[in-house]
């Protein structure tokens, strides 16, 4: 059983910045696709980032284009995700989650395993 645990969220001003982290249990996850989703009270919950597989390809919804980063660093054995310019439309439940094998859907969604989630609040 494969387990995600992200940290980092908590509550910043508009125009601040939060780093959050995605760790898994699994020894290959840098082996692996990941990806950011996030879900706002009352809303459905949507795609943020996306970093491949072998080279690592990264993809952005058009909100968070330019302010924020996914990475990933092999050495924690982690995919985290920079967010700058926070605003407060940012505020979200931001749930982490791998693919272990390609998928059409990819990379906007059929992930195999999500993590529990970590609250960000950006305040205006």
């Known amino acids: 059983q494969v387990q995600l645990v992200e940290s980092g969220g908590g509550l910043v001003q508009a125009g601040g910045s939060l780093r959050l982290s995605c760790a898994a249990s699994?020894?290959?996850?840098?082996?692996?696709?990941a990806g950011w989703f996030r879900q706002a009270p009352g809303k459905e919950r949507e795609f943020v980032a996306a970093?491949?597989?072998?080279?690592?390809?990264?993809y952005y919804a058009d909100t968070v284009k330019g302010r924020f980063t996914i990475s990933r660093d092999n050495a924690k054995n982690t995919v985290d995700l920079q967010m700058n310019s926070l605003k407060p439309e940012d505020t979200a439940v931001y749930y982490c989650?791998?693919?272990?094998?390609?998928?059409?859907?990819?990379?906007?969604?059929?992930?195999?395993?999500w993590g529990q989630g970590t609250q960000v609040t950006v305040s205006s």
């Open positions: 989650a791998t693919m272990t094998s390609w998928r059409s859907t990819y990379p906007y969604g059929g992930y195999d395993y």
């Open positions: 970093i491949g597989w072998t080279f690592g390809n990264t």
């Open positions: 699994m020894r290959t996850f840098s082996s692996y696709a």
